[in-house]
C-alpha cells in the first residue's frame, strides 16, 4: 500500500479520544495505529474533532437536527469524499457511520464499512453484491450471526479499549452507580434511575443528549423528571473524568433496550476493575461474564438486586480479564492486516 487511508465519521458527532460515542472512539483509535505505522491517514469528520493524520471537516450543526440538515451534510460529505479521492491516491476508505450509503462515492476503490450498529438499523443494499467493492465487518459474533448472509460480510473485529491507559490510576471505591451512555431512548438510562432508587443507592450519569428531537423529548419526559439529589446528571465527559468515574463506581448499569453490538463501556468498566450490571441483550453477555466481571440480568428487579452484589466482583480479576480480552492493539492491529489484505486483492482483481 502506497496511498492514503481515508476514513469516514459519522457526520454528526466528533472522533477524538474523548469522543462520547463508540464508534468515533474506535476510529480514534485505528486511525492513531494507522499514522504510528507510517501510513498517510484522512478523516472526514465533524468539525472539532481531533485526528492524528489530516482532517477533512465537515460542519458542525448547533440547531436541532432536522432530516433536511441531515441531507445538507451527508451531500457535503459525498462532496469531501470525492474531493479527496481527486487530489490523493487513496488505497482504501473506511465507513462508521451508519447512514454510509446516503455519501457512499461511485469510486474504484475498495470500501470497508465497520458496523457499529445492530445489523437491522442499516439500509439492507448493502448485503447485497453491488458494481463496486464494499466489505462489512461487524464488531461482534452476536452481530455477524444476526446479518443477513452476505458475501461481501468478514469475521468480526472486537472492540478493544486502551487498558493500560485506564488501568493507570487507582482511585478508591465509592458507594454509587455509574450509566455512561448516549441520553436516548434504547439505552435505558431511566430504568438505570428506577433501579438505583429501589437499591436506596446513588447514581451518577454522563453522557451527552445530542440534537436529535428525539433524544431531547427523551430527555425532558423520562430522565429530567427522575432526577434528585442523589440520581444527578452530569453531562458529557472526557476521558479523565470518565477513567476516575468508572474506577470510583460501584458498578456501571448498562440497561439497553436494543441488542448492543459490543458496548465500550462495558470492557472500560471491566478494565478499571468495575462491576457491570448490564441486561442480558445482544453482545453483552460477550463482554460480561455473568458472575465474574458483573451480572446479566433481565429487568429492574434484577438489576437493583445486581447492584447489591457488585461488591462481590474481585476488581483485579476483572483488571485481569480486560488486560486479557479487550486489547486496543489487538483490534487495531486485525484493523491494519484488513486494509492490507483488501488493497492487496484489489489490485490483483484489477491486474486480471
Not at 436494543?258 to 448490564?278: H, K
Request: net charge neutral; aromatic share 6%.
Amino acid at each position: 500500500m502506497t496511498g492514503a487511508i481515508l476514513s469516514v465519521a459519522y457526520p454528526f458527532a466528533a472522533v477524538g479520544p474523548d469522543a462520547a460515542g463508540g464508534a468515533e472512539q474506535v476510529l480514534s483509535a485505528v486511525e492513531s495505529a494507522i499514522v504510528r505505522s507510517g501510513r498517510r491517514s484522512i478523516v472526514i469528520a465533524q468539525e472539532g474533532s481531533r485526528v492524528a493524520g489530516e482532517c477533512v471537516a465537515l460542519p458542525r450543526v448547533d440547531a436541532v437536527l432536522t432530516e433536511a440538515a441531515r441531507d445538507a451534510v451527508r451531500r457535503q460529505c459525498r462532496t469531501a469524499i470525492e474531493a479527496v479521492a481527486a487530489r490523493e491516491a487513496v488505497d482504501l476508505i473506511h465507513f462508521h457511520g451508519i447512514d454510509f450509503p446516503s455519501y457512499r462515492p461511485d469510486l474504484d476503490v475498495p470500501m470497508l464499512a465497520t458496523l457499529h450498529l445492530p445489523a437491522d438499523w442499516y439500509d439492507p443494499s448493502i448485503f447485497r453484491p453491488g458494481p463496486r467493492p464494499l466489505w462489512l465487518n461487524p464488531v461482534s459474533a452476536t452481530q455477524a450471526a444476526a446479518c443477513p448472509s452476505s458475501a461481501n460480510l468478514l469475521a468480526p473485529i472486537e472492540n478493544g479499549v486502551p487498558v493500560d491507559r485506564l488501568q493507570a490510576i487507582r482511585v478508591r471505591k465509592r458507594d454509587f452507580a455509574l450509566v455512561l451512555a448516549r441520553i436516548c431512548p434504547e439505552k435505558g438510562v431511566h430504568l438505570a434511575i428506577e433501579a438505583a432508587r429501589a437499591t436506596d443507592i446513588d447514581l451518577v450519569i454522563a453522557g451527552e443528549v445530542f440534537a436529535y428531537p428525539e433524544h431531547q423529548r427523551y430527555f425532558a419526559d423520562e430522565i429530567a423528571p427522575r432526577l434528585d439529589s442523589r440520581r444527578r446528571f452530569v453531562g458529557p465527559v472526557g476521558f479523565a473524568r470518565k477513567r476516575r468515574l468508572l474506577h470510583a463506581a460501584q458498578c456501571l448499569l448498562v440497561p439497553a433496550l436494543v441488542d448492543e453490538t459490543s458496548s465500550l463501556v462495558a470492557r472500560e468498566a471491566i478494565a478499571c476493575g468495575t462491576a457491570v450490571v448490564a441486561f442480558r441483550r445482544g453482545a453483552l453477555p460477550e463482554a460480561v461474564r455473568d458472575g465474574e466481571t458483573g451480572f446479566l440480568v433481565d429487568d429492574v428487579a434484577g438489576m437493583a438486586a445486581a447492584i447489591a452484589r457488585a461488591r462481590d466482583i474481585d476488581p483485579e480479576w476483572a483488571r485481569a480479564v480486560a488486560r486479557e480480552r479487550f486489547s486496543l492493539d489487538g483490534m487495531t492491529g486485525r484493523y491494519l492486516g484488513l486494509y492490507r489484505e483488501l488493497t492487496a486483492a484489489h489490485r490483483r482483481r484489477g491486474a486480471a
